[in-house]
């Protein structure tokens, strides 16, 4: 098992990415090489202050002399700096030097670089991101995140597809539910784009050729309390819909933490609940998650929050790792392959 982690990429790098990567390597004993690649200089000068033992034969150290910054414009800065953290870093698994790619950096920067250099699977349009979403039956991913934000009604059907391989492949569901985020559940809601995305999936669902089950549109509520494994969106809707849903966990939990601090009575029986608090927590938190697999490519590339922690970080190297261990690529493969033999 072996990673390739953009140590530049993120808004407080490299310090997070160094801790995250330290905590990764004590963590997870598959986790056979550990490629950081980044400012050489500034990893060996942060590395020690992190727990990270640069003579460890896990760690090696990649050079890069670029950095993407988080306002570039991704696919233009992909062309324009080749020597950056996330270009190298995806060259790794081009190579097969790494079997997956973490970075907090660029989003555009990283899904550029991953339909350049390491190509789309045949039969897939689009790359999207699938961001999972804790929900009353499991884990609901929100596809997609971010990667597509001006997307087509057949990138959508793609993403269902590519969804519910993820799901069975990943989390054991054998049928996935497949729902298309909307402002009504009713079939007859929603705008031009949705309405047609709407129809192409019912009628495909319709052949009895689909790897999902098709529930219809599904509004924001459904996406934590209904039994939906897949919600179909674009990536701009997608961004919003998942920053939203991590911006209302953090300002509830300060607010509960408000009103527990208010008085000792509170406080009291706060302590008595210090458990319940910390599961909901955990439950909640963007960073137990870690990082989105971008599905679609010919390799792994995890895609974490800009704002992420050294927790985040760490987490997101663990996705990358359970996707290779799971083999997420070769369920979409094998999808897609019935589906063609079928056709």
Known sequence: MKVA?????????????????????????????????GDE?????????????????RIAIVPSTEVIAMCEAGATAIRRKKQSSISIAMELVKSGDADAFVSAGNTGACVAAAQIKLRLIPGIERAGIASGLPNEHG??????????????????LGYAIMGSAFSRGVYG???????????????????????????????????GKAPFEFIGNVEGHDLFDEE????????FTGNIVLKTAEATAKAMSKWLKQAIMAGPVRKAGALLAKGAFAELKQRASAESYGGSPLLGVNG?????????TDVAIRNAIRVGVES????????????????????
């Open 41 to 57: 200089a500034a990893i060996r000068a942060g590395a020690a202050a992190h727990g990270l033992k640069l003579d460890d034969p």
């Open 5 to 37: 982690l953009d140590v530049m990429g993120g808004d407080r790098a490299p310090e997070v990415n160094l801790a995250g990567a330290a905590a990764a390597l004590a963590d997870f004993p598959t986790l056979k090489k550990l490629h950081l690649v």
């Open 139 to 156: 884990v609901c991913h929100l596809l997609d995140a971010g990667a597509n934000p001006e997307a087509k009604p057949s990138h959508l």
């Open 300 to 308: 792994v590339v995890i895609i974490a929050h800009g704002g992420s």
């Open 173 to 207: 569901v054998k049928k996935p539910k497949v729902g298309i985020m909307s402002n009504g559940e009713e079939d007859e809601k929603g705008t031009a784009f949705t309405k047609e995305t709407f129809q192409l999936v019912k009628d495909f669902a319709a052949t």
């Open 324 to 343: 290779v261990d799971h083999k997420v690529n070769a369920h979409i493969r094998e999808a897609l392959a019935a589906l063609s033999a079928e056709a």
């Open 228 to 235: 939906l494994h897949v919600c179909l969106c674009d990536g």
